[in-house]
């Protein structure tokens, strides 16, 4: 149990375009989901926390008009990175803990985001 | 500054050792302790969560330990395998705020050679 997936796995993109990814609780209900970035060879970056039908809390530094996120239902979170530039390049990952459950932590199996 | 240091950021072994990774947090206020394991160009996998008012637990042949006082945690895996080989990650939850916020370490890169 506790599964989190997110699409697509892997995406190639043109300078200044947007770019949607995906992350989805398969068998539980998720109030929080938290989306992370994270460069190689260093660790996670927490970029926002997002809670099922209000707006996200995003850290210091972190634009938020750039990296929108939605977390409309208790299953599905979407980040999406607008007008994408070589510098967003990383590998984006979600995780989500289970609503009213314990603070574990579930997470997705990334997205990298190439953008050329 | 709340900060998360895991050592050593690299450790091979061969098959068969028992081994143990640390991780040191400054501010004993923590909500909870983390163990994770992220194999490469992959998500993670939560290996161990060790609450505030507990000092160990144990999955297998892992079991991760909590000092607060001493602002340390260790994970100990025992008889360690060629497919234990991946990335381990700490991370101290609680936040000012946001109890299920995680500062991470920069983990260690574990080999396990046949």
């Known amino acids: 149990g506790a599964v989190v997936s997110q699409h697509p796995s892997w995406v190639i993109c043109k300078s200044g375009t947007s770019v949607k990814i995906e992350c989805r609780s398969l068998d539980f209900q998720a109030t929080t989901m938290f989306w992370y970035r994270q460069f190689p060879k260093q660790s996670l970056m927490l970029m926002a926390t997002s809670n099922e039908g209000s707006k996200a809390t995003y850290e210091q530094g972190v634009e938020k008009d750039k990296f929108l996120i939605n977390h409309a239902s208790l299953t599905l979170s979407t980040l999406t990175v607008t007008s994408a530039h070589p510098e967003d390049s990383s590998f984006y990952i979600c995780?989500?803990?289970?609503?009213?459950?314990?603070?574990?932590?579930?997470f997705g199996p990334g997205t990298r985001l190439t953008v050329t | 500054k709340q900060e998360v240091t895991q050592i050593p950021a690299a450790l091979s072994v061969p098959e068969g050792e028992n081994l143990v990774l640390n991780c040191s947090f400054t501010d004993s206020a923590i909500y909870n302790l983390q163990w994770f394991r992220q194999d490469p160009g992959k998500g993670l996998t939560s290996l161990l969560l060790?609450?505030?008012s507990q000092r160990e637990q144990t999955s297998g042949r892992l079991n991760a330990s909590l000092d607060k006082s001493s602002g340390r945690s260790t994970l100990y895996i025992a008889a360690s395998q060629p497919g234990d080989s991946a990335t381990y990650l700490c991370?101290?939850?609680?936040?000012?705020?946001?109890?299920?916020?995680?500062?991470w370490g920069l983990g260690t890169s574990l080999g396990v050679n046949p």
């Open positions: 995780s989500a803990t289970l609503a009213g459950g314990p603070d574990e932590q579930y």
């Open positions: 991370a101290r939850g609680g936040d000012a705020g946001n109890n299920r916020k995680l500062i």
């Open positions: 060790i609450q505030s």
